[in-house]
């Protein structure tokens, strides 16, 4: 993190650069300020210390696996396979971390698991030349199955000191998230980071630039890869042991993020931190609403309709 | 070089694309005489038959799913709309309706109009199709609360009950049902103007406009049919299993897409066949029972899916490379 | 003329496509200190020898040199290296990205691994100093407006500060003013001994700027040689090169009867309140620079587009048809120009591609009867000349006979209109002279066909009137006695409001 200071002080383009990039989002902040200030308001415990713990643990790995479908979509790629990731990174730990190895080779493990998960998925994705949609698809039965093989019914143990940190009465999550985003936009700040637009947005011209178009790619798949672990990991300690179905869900709700954030499916449409504020706004929309006692059917009607409108307005703007 | 490169691959791909139905059944004549000398109970014609059962759901679902991946689309909503159509029918249920052909029909009618709100969603919106089909998933998680409550409902509709056990001339009802729809739309997809466009819209949705292919009614037609045919599926799931609940489809919308893939349609669109996509959903049951005979974990069988998909993907890559 | 051993050279490069044979034996050497202008009709294989020298593709035969010595493998990353810069044609921008960000793309200075964005700020400033790019640096390409992008397109090739500049049309999106600066920036390059090729449909700029020529004629070299002594009418006979006479059908006068398609104030994309009719029995060219709005016309009349009018008659019947399937019930048919993209279904059959549009107009759900399909195909096939198999996928055809499948889809329907975008861009000259002949035949038999072209020789030879677009209007339209090359360009241009023969 040292290096972070000389990234800030790179003077007068960098700063009016993300300056610039913040227009896009400006009116999904909105949303998610108001949303934030219902939640508030319903649930005034959220600016007392462990309802902040709380409120961030929920949001923690859905804004992690917001972000490894982001960077996958401004790529001009998307993976089916997010949720089985997270599932195979919460049984490695459970497994690994009780074990001879402990804490710290545990989470080597979850994340030497998840860049190499990544890392293959991009190339076949990029080398090979095969759609990322059926890769990811068949990559999710045979990552999911890993995991049913490594933890077949729900078991192993985290140890309880390190549930604590992560998910007890700490702003650790909070924390975390912040370091990563901090190591996102050091990344993006590299040639090879910032070339995920060029790469997503306009392949042919980029290569033409000398932008190493499939180098980001795959670079893209195992950050992917690793983030999607990472929330796995952090699920693990929220539970205190691994369940090798847990993630399924997240990889429905990861694309509904980061559509809400703005993203594209096009490719080098939207930025990072509207897939973030889009995680947030889907994490509220579910508290809110909750708080608000909808019913369950209510609130999913309520998101499906979100999610529709989220898409579409865009589109009418446009004509 | 390069010219005759590609005309030559193109030649190839094509070859391979057209015998892929083929190669798909092959594969599964292949295992099927493997496994009976295997293990003993595989190779029975009441086992076989029970495959074939189990094939004709996921070979449902995957009709609709074939005609939305060819036209360019995908439909994610195909699991929330079987697990509707098992679970309203059980409710829909009239006393002048002693046949329950009514409440069947009238369940269709509600998946098909479920479908037409998706293809809405695509062609009038523009909501991408991954988007608008997943929303109405969540859209219609929703209802099913409302409508089930959480828990299970039983079929008292004679007809379903007949889909789901009767066998006439000794073959299950759901298979001919699965072998009629199969005639309608292979016959549909090939040999109908309307099937044409929607290879063409797939293929290239603009041309196709320029040529006068009616995008937006086409569009409707296709996911309705998905809708149409995944409410089917609902209906049938039902009458097997005697009780509708929430969950019920879930293990079909990734089957269905992975019988369409295995069956050598293209994902991208525009290029094949259901011919292609029964043999992949007989292939996917039997592949599972395999893994049940030889006691493998539900682990492998998972393994062994994603791997099977992936490998006869490598195989035919050639031909996705062409956008 | 010079003994300093170019900077970039072809020597006798060929290149195909699907074995149809783009460049023949060309060759063309880039000097220090000129501006090489490169000319040559669509298709004519100029985008192809620059692909070739930018390492973009590679020769089938022939060779490329870099400072006199052979390249045996040119890729993109060995040109940039050589100090070569292209710019393409299609811009190579991400519109997300910041000016600055575009600029460096591919080549960002870096500080610990990562970009320096206080040196990107200093050089990418510099380059867009040069083309007069005042913007803020950090604003994202996509709020540009296209001459802008072209500009950033232009600094980002002299951010590398090349030896050699190949521009590949660079002023067509430009305004006047941004024109100027891009030649007095390019003479001060030359100046300095770069090496620049220069590609423009504008002979008027080609003339102020260039000392050296190289005409493209069907893929092969009609001229190499120094522009001095040379005026524009020269240049237009260098690209031509031959008599025009031979190609198109011998033109004879009809006189007009009915009025197929008639539309007051009509507008559509660019076009703004266009008064326009067009007679049955006539082709009626439509003309003009790139991009003034020809196409959103075509595309406007087809339905393809929304379009407002105030009275329309098409065909008999008033109102525009709103629509592509009502358009092609009332006997409109469209042929694009990117037969690629807007034309064809490339990994469909031919076959399939010619009967297309019955499919679209047939009952949906009527059974298909593929014996009278086959012998559809095989008299449309046998009416144009496309030989072979018709079940072979669209994109094993030549360009020429890609076009003609385009065309003959439309053929079985009998349309009342034709209306043509550019049908014979990167089409072969035989191919070339069997659509005219067809284009005139059809007009014969009663029927409109527009033909909206960028290759002005075929609207003077082919149509009986032209209509000519600039900036979304018909700013003239010329009979046949008044048409000549000379009038349709100085329309085109709005060098004077074009006295109209009545």
């Keep these: 993190m040292s290096i972070v200071p000389s990234a800030k002080s790179t003077g007068a383009l960098y700063w009016p650069v993300q300056a610039r990039r913040n227009i896009g989002v400006r009116s999904l902040f909105l949303v998610v300020l108001a949303f934030l200030i219902a939640y508030g308001v319903l649930f005034p415990g959220l600016f007392a210390a462990s309802g902040f713990a709380k409120f961030t643990q929920s949001w923690f790995p859905l804004a992690l696996v917001a972000m490894a479908q982001a960077i996958l979509m401004l790529t001009g790629g998307i993976s089916l396979a997010i949720g089985a990731t997270v599932s195979l990174g919460a049984v490695i730990a459970a497994t690994t971390m009780a074990g001879p190895f402990g804490v710290a080779g545990g989470a080597a493990a979850v994340a030497l698991t998840g860049l190499g998960i990544g890392a293959a998925t991009g190339f076949i994705v990029v080398k090979l030349r095969l759609p990322a949609i059926v890769v990811t698809l068949a990559g999710s039965f045979i990552i999911g199955g890993a995991a049913l093989l490594i933890l077949p019914r729900p078991g192993g143990a985290i140890p309880a000191w390190l549930s604590d940190l992560l998910a007890g009465d700490t702003p650790a999550a909070f924390v975390l998230l912040v370091v990563i985003v901090l190591l996102w936009k050091l990344y993006l700040a590299t040639p090879l980071g910032l070339s995920l637009y060029a790469a997503g947005e306009n392949p042919v011209g980029a290569y033409r630039s000398g932008v190493p178009v499939d180098a980001a790619r795959v670079a893209a798949y195992a950050i992917s890869g690793l983030l999607s672990t990472g929330a796995g990991l952090f699920v693990a300690a929220q539970t205190g042991s691994g369940d090798p179905v847990i993630g399924t869900a997240f990889t429905l709700n990861s694309i509904a993020a980061a559509v809400l954030g703005g993203i594209g499916f096009l490719g080098g449409q939207g930025t990072m931190r509207g897939a973030l504020a889009g995680s947030l706004l889907l994490s509220l929309m579910i508290s809110v609403m909750f708080f608000l006692g909808f019913t369950p059917v209510a609130q999913y009607v309520a998101q499906g309709l979100i999610i529709i409108g989220a898409v579409a307005i865009p589109q009418f703007r446009k004509v | 070089m390069t010219a005759w490169n590609d005309s030559a691959g193109g030649k190839r791909a094509s070859a391979i694309l057209k015998s892929r139905p083929f190669l798909t059944l092959a594969i599964v004549a292949a295992v099927w005489i493997v496994a009976s000398f295997v293990s003993r109970g595989f190779g029975a014609y009441g086992h076989l038959r029970y495959l074939v059962e189990l094939g004709a759901v996921i070979g449902l679902v995957a009709a609709g799913q074939t005609f939305v991946v060819i036209a360019g689309g995908i439909d994610l909503s195909v699991a929330a709309i079987v697990t509707v159509s098992a679970i309203s029918l059980p409710l829909l249920s009239w006393q002048a309706d002693p046949t329950g052909l009514v409440s069947i029909l009238a369940v269709l009618v509600l998946t098909t109009i479920i479908g037409v709100i998706n293809g809405l969603g695509v062609a009038l919106l523009r909501v991408h199709p991954m988007i608008m089909t997943l929303a109405m998933a969540t859209f219609l998680q929703g209802l099913l609360i409302i409508i089930a409550g959480g828990s299970a409902v039983t079929a008292e509709n004679p007809l379903v009950h007949w889909l789901g056990n009767a066998r006439p001339a000794g073959i299950p009802a759901g298979i001919i049902l699965w072998i009629a729809t199969s005639a309608v739309v292979l016959t549909v997809m090939h040999a109908t103007p309307f099937g044409a466009r929607i290879f063409a819209m797939g293929a290239n949705p603009l041309a196709a406009s320029l040529s006068g292919v009616p995008m937006t009614s086409t569009t409707l037609a296709v996911y309705g049919i998905s809708g149409f045919t995944a409410g089917l599926a609902g209906v049938l799931v039902l009458g097997m299993n005697g009780q509708g609940y929430v969950g019920i489809g879930d293990p079909y919308l990734l089957a269905s897409i992975a019988a369409v893939v295995l069956g050598g349609t293209s994902i991208l669109g525009g290029l094949g066949t259901y011919a292609g996509t029964i043999p992949g959903a007989i292939l996917l049951v039997t592949i599972t029972a395999l893994i049940t005979v030889v006691n493998a974990s539900p682990g492998w069988r998972s393994i062994l899916f994603g791997s099977l998909i992936l490998g006869l993907l490598l195989l035919s890559g050639r031909e996705q490379a062409r956008r | ?502």
């Design chain 3, 1 to 502: 003329m010079t003994t300093v051993a170019p900077l970039l050279a072809a020597r006798g490069v060929s290149k195909a496509f699907f074995g149809n044979p783009v460049l023949r034996g060309v060759s063309i050497a880039l000097q220090p200190g000129r501006v090489h202008a490169l000319l040559g009709e669509n298709g004519a294989g100029k985008s192809t020898l620059i692909n070739l020298l930018s390492g973009a593709l590679r020769p089938d035969g022939g060779e490329i040199e870099v400072d006199g010595r052979a390249v045996p493998r040119m890729t993109p990353a060995l040109a940039r290296q050589a100090g070569i810069a292209v710019v393409q044609q299609e811009l190579s921008l991400t519109a997300s990205l910041s000016i600055a960000e575009n600029v460096g793309l591919g080549a960002y200075p870096k500080r610990f691994g990562l970009i320096d964005y206080k040196e990107l700020a200093a050089r990418a400033k510099a380059a867009c100093a040069l083309v007069g790019l005042n913007e803020p640096l950090s604003t994202p390409v996509g709020h540009l407006a296209l001459g802008r992008r072209q500009m950033v397109e232009i600094a980002k090739a002299l951010y590398r500060k090349p030896r050699v500049l190949i521009l590949d049309e660079p002023t067509s999106s430009l305004s006047s003013t941004e024109t100027k600066i891009l030649t007095d920036l390019l003479e001060r390059l030359r100046g300095e001994g770069i090496a620049i090729l220069y590609i423009s449909h504008r002979l008027n700029e080609v003339m102020a700027l260039c000392q050296h020529v190289t005409v493209l004629k069907d893929g092969t070299c009609t001229a190499d040689r120094s522009l001095v002594g040379t005026d524009a009418t020269g240049l237009v006979r260098l690209m031509v090169g031959r008599d025009p006479g031979d190609l198109f059908p011998k033109w004879q006068p009809f006189v007009s009867t009915t009025t197929a398609i008639s539309v007051r104030k009509f507008s559509a994309g660019l076009m703004r309140d266009v008064d326009l009719d067009i007679r049955a029995g006539e082709v009626l060219g439509i003309g003009g620079l790139v991009g003034q709005g020809q196409e959103d016309l075509l595309l406007g009349l087809y339905g393809a587009i929304p379009g407002r009018t105030a009275s329309a008659v098409v065909n008999g019947i008033s109102g525009l048809p709103g629509g592509v399937p009502k358009a092609n019930a009332l006997g409109l048919a469209y042929v694009p120009a990117d037969r690629k993209r807007e034309g064809l279904h490339l990994i469909h059959p031919i076959l399939t591609n010619m009967m297309l549009p019955a499919f679209a107009r047939l009952p949906a759900l009527k059974l298909r009867s593929r014996k009278t399909e086959r012998e559809t195909g095989k008299s449309l096939a046998a009416q144009l000349a496309i030989k072979g198999d018709l079940q072979r996928p669209a994109q094993a055809l030549s360009g020429g006979n890609q076009q003609k499948v385009a065309l003959a889809k439309w053929m079985p329907h009998d349309p009342l209109v034709l209306l043509l975008n550019d049908p014979t861009r990167g089409v072969d000259v035989e191919t070339k002279r069997e659509i005219y002949l067809m284009l005139r035949t059809f007009a014969a038999a009663g029927k409109a066909v527009v033909l909206l072209s960028s290759d002005t020789s075929e609207l003077v030879h082919l149509c009986d009137r032209v209509a000519v677009v600039r900036e979304g209007r018909i700013t003239a339209t010329l009979e046949r006695a008044a048409l000549s090359e000379e009038a349709i360009v100085s329309a085109a241009m709005g060098a004077e409001k074009q006295k109209v023969a009545a």
